[in-house]
């Protein structure tokens, strides 16, 4: 094994991974992982599940509303700030751990709030965590993954968010009518218990761990993985088949401003910015705007806003199934055209019946969430070790600064009186916005981490 100064080189670290077959380890991380992202999802749309009853129990204004359901993006966009330093500072696995305990709790809180002042608060505590967690996680399985199978194995793991948006519409179908918007949260509080064990079963990152010179920690968690693997396969491991060079890494979030980092921070910026806006601009205001613009019954909403979680759980799994073959850029720029297509022909069809706006939704959220799981995968990619958490991160604040922007956008439109078209029509231009932004992504396919960042 190449060493440097007698310690095992970064490179060393990421051949071994990179050779590393898929086993029973690969699922055993995936699955707590997912099981952590999986609940995040869930909570991040607890309140736009709860919103109509919320407003019907508490005669809540338009203002009101909006600021109920924006109070968690607030937070979620200063919680990807601490996390992306956290992340890099103290640790992928202890840092969503720790996020993940502080959903939980504030779960629990938004529970037993008694005002609208108090929900909002709780929730903004609740966003701190799940705006930390969600790119932590997802810069740790970019970290574990095989360059060749990352697309895939990042994005079938990615699908668990769609799943956990879904779960928290299904359940508050029958959950919200029978037992009111409290039960849902409390049912939010569940992830304490992941919190509690996540540290103890998935090892720490091996290429934080080295790249922070914590070398003989690093050869240490490598070195229980490999065994995990090798009692899983029943096989020898494969020796390393070549050395991947070694990344060059300072650590300042700074550096993510500079040379060709300044390019890769910008694009991607700019793409979570609109892929939010633009998916945040429609989920949130779903229930809602069937019950209030269409008189449709609570029930029957919350189905309507299930069958636009299901068809994006479709679109994350076949772009997990094509992005290692086409490529970021292209699976961006082919969903983000998806995307101003649908709403375009919403915003020319005059969005006249609950029904035609479920269909044409759910078809623009197969794109939406996509495109939302190819970023989670992308943004990683881009930076190296010392900074992936941070560089991850701040993709993570323009696209809480979308999630706070499209809901109030379309709040304010339709307070107005501006009508259904033109919130959908503003929202097809953001997403050709983002076609335009996507052209000038870097490719990453195939590459490993380090020889995109050496």
Known sequence: MTTVAGKPALGSVAARLERLPHSRWHIKVRFLIGAVTFFEAFDQLL????????ADQWNLSTGQSTFAVTSASVGML?????AGWLGDRIGRVRTVALGVALTGLASLAVAFSGSIEMFSLFRFLQGLGI??????????????????????FFLLYEMVFPAGLAAATLIAVWVIPHFGWRAMFLIGALPVVIAAVLSRKVE??????????RTEEAEAAILRI?????????????????????????????DIFKGRYLRRTAVVSGLWFVAYYVNHG?????????TKEFGLDLTTALVYTLLSNVTGLLGTLAVALLVDRIGRRHALMGALAGTVLSLGVLALLGATSGLQVAVLASCTTFFLYAI?????????????TQNRAKGAAFGGIWNRLGVILGPVVVGAIMGAGGGLPLVFAQLAVMGAVGVVIAWFAVETKGKTLEELNS
């Open 204 to 213: 720490e990152s091996p290429r934080w761990l080295l790249a922070r010179g």
């Open 47 to 54: 309140a736009a599940s709860a919103l109509p009853e919320l």
């Open 372 to 384: 939302n799981g190819g970023l989670y995968l992308y943004s990683p990619e881009l930076y190296p």
């Open 131 to 152: 705006g930390g967690v969600v790119p932590v996680a997802a810069t740790y399985i970019n970290e574990i993954a095989r360059s060749d199978q990352r697309g895939r």
């Open 78 to 82: 200063l919680g990807a700030l601490a």
């Open 226 to 254: 490999e065994a995990e693997v090798v009692r899983g396969t029943r096989e020898p491991l494969p020796a390393p088949a070549t050395e991947v060079p070694d990344e060059v890494t300072a650590g300042r979030l700074r």
């Open 282 to 290: 429609i989920s949130t205001w779903l229930p809602s705007l069937y």
